[in-house]
């Protein structure tokens, strides 16, 4: 089993950037895919972004065509940590944004496929 815990939220202006990192315990991370998802007031929850340590040991990533150019999810095995790095942003990015884990090497975009999620970090991107 494994806990998410995502930092690095805050308000920032449009055009800043932000990093978010998620802080995942237990032995097995590496064998996790992991993913981004943000949910804005009133709005469903909606994919962000997912990396996984594929077995060739290449890392593979998928990105939500409103954040591709901009945003870039990078992971680091070795301390068990996942984080998003938010460049050019804008207030539609504003949102409650959520890590999420999932067992095995798959790149999903669907959030029921996702076992274990963190309390969420929020952004504020002012105009």
């Known amino acids: 089993q494994v806990q998410p815990v995502e930092s690095g939220g805050g308000l920032v202006q449009a055009g800043g950037s932000l990093r978010l990192s998620c802080a995942v315990s237990?032995?097995?991370?590496?064998?996790?895919?992991m993913a981004w998802f943000r949910q804005a007031p009133g709005k469903e929850r909606e994919f962000v972004a997912t990396i996984r340590w594929g077995a060739d040991r290449v890392y593979y990533a998928d990105y939500a065509d409103s954040v591709k150019g901009r945003f870039t999810i990078s992971r680091d095995n070795a301390k068990n940590t996942v984080y998003l790095q938010m460049n050019s942003l804008k207030p539609e990015d504003t949102a409650l944004y959520y890590c999420?884990?999932?067992?095995?090497?798959?790149?999903?975009?669907?959030?029921?496929?996702?076992?274990?999620w963190g309390q969420g970090t929020q952004v504020t991107v002012s105009s």
């Open positions: 999420a884990a999932l067992y095995g090497q798959g790149l999903k975009r669907d959030a029921r496929e996702y076992t274990y």
């Open positions: 237990g032995r097995t991370f590496s064998s996790y895919a």
